[in-house]
């Protein structure tokens, strides 16, 4: 079924409906079930704006002067990845970033508050791939807690930059572990 415009949608429905909404942005769905009970469900269209979201590279030099990367694994394709996700209107994008590598691995430290860089990748959710555009923060790891509120939602480890550099699928990442290690080693 389609509607009207340039969004496809299919649905496997006994019988449905589908309407754009009042706005150019919604989309509503009506599905009758086998039952015959009758859903009403509005959706907001995907844009092609992209979605912002920072992260953060968390690092932290071991007793050995070797610098560590903290990574975590994403819920959904359980890939290496690093601390990320969508703003909150009241943090700026490198709170936001030390927040989201709070939230996700418990760890505290001095974040930069100007962005290392920025890369997009592709998300997918319910009505296909959205755009997101990461904005990335460095992050030294000056503490690490064991309580935090994902805690045995996601695995977290410490790996070198070589590791990290090959393990992180985005380019931007991987040149900006390299990086780190170079520093160190002046």
């Known amino acids: 079924m389609a509607a009207q415009g340039t ?14 909404a009042s706005g150019e942005d919604e989309l509503v ?4 079930t086998a039952s015959g009970t009758v859903f009403e469900k509005s959706h907001i269209l995907p844009t092609r704006r992209p979605r912002l979201q920072s992260g953060a590279l968390a690092y932290r030099v071991d007793r050995h002067g070797k610098v560590r990367i903290l990574l975590v694994r994403t819920r ?58 990461i904005w990335v923060y460095l992050l030294r790891v000056t503490e690490q807690l064991k309580q935090f509120p994902e805690k045995g939602q ?8 070589g590791a990290a550099a090959k393990m992180l699928r985005e380019p931007l990442l991987a040149e900006l572990c390299l990086a780190l290690r170079r520093q160190a080693l002046q």
Do not use: Q
């Open 29 to 32: 769905v009506d599905v009758r």
């Open 7 to 20: 969004i496809n949608l299919v649905l496997h429905v006994y019988d449905g409906n589908v309407r754009r």
């Open 154 to 161: 996601r695995e977290a480890k410490w790996v070198s930059c």
């Open 76 to 133: 959904r394709s359980k890939r290496w990845s690093i601390p990320k996700g969508e703003l909150k209107p009241a943090l700026s994008m490198a709170e936001n970033a030390a927040n989201e590598a709070f939230e996700e691995a418990g760890v505290r430290g001095e974040v930069t508050t100007a962005s290392s860089g920025m890369y997009r990748a592709t998300k997918r959710v319910w009505y296909g791939d959205a755009i997101v555009e």
